[in-house]
């Protein structure tokens, strides 16, 4: 069974930078797509970013594009969420998942694994 554990996580003022990472261990997951989380308090998890197997396939919901960018070390077994130009609103938890599947997904039932989050909160 795969295990996921997140790291990186803590307090940032805004207009900071954080390095998310997720180590993966139990299984490799080269083929793997993967995915990145968050919920915010009173609010649902929602997607944030997704990277496919070997890495080519990137998506972004629109809040992050152009500030947070998703990669990935296979050989690691390693994916990370570098987080740039942090504002307020991005404070919240923050999970990694895994996908079966090549491809990513913005849907959070889509993926098979989760870790268990790591917070991250950003102060004005």
């Known amino acids: 069974q795969m295990q996921l554990v997140e790291s990186g996580g803590g307090l940032v003022q805004a207009g900071g930078s954080l390095r998310l990472s997720c180590a993966a261990s139990?299984?490799?997951?080269?083929?793997?797509?993967m995915g990145w989380f968050r919920q915010a308090p009173g609010k649902e998890r929602e997607f944030v970013a997704s990277i496919s197997g070997s890495g080519e396939f990137k998506d972004y919901a629109d809040a992050v594009k152009g500030r947070f960018t998703i990669s990935r070390d296979n050989a690691k077994n390693t994916v990370y969420l570098q987080m740039n130009n942090l504002k307020v609103e991005d404070t919240a938890v923050y999970y990694c998942a895994v996908r079966y599947p090549y491809y990513g997904s913005r849907r959070k039932g889509d993926y098979n694994y989760w870790g268990q989050g790591t917070q991250v909160t950003v102060s004005s």
């Open positions: 139990g299984h490799s997951i080269s083929t793997y797509a």
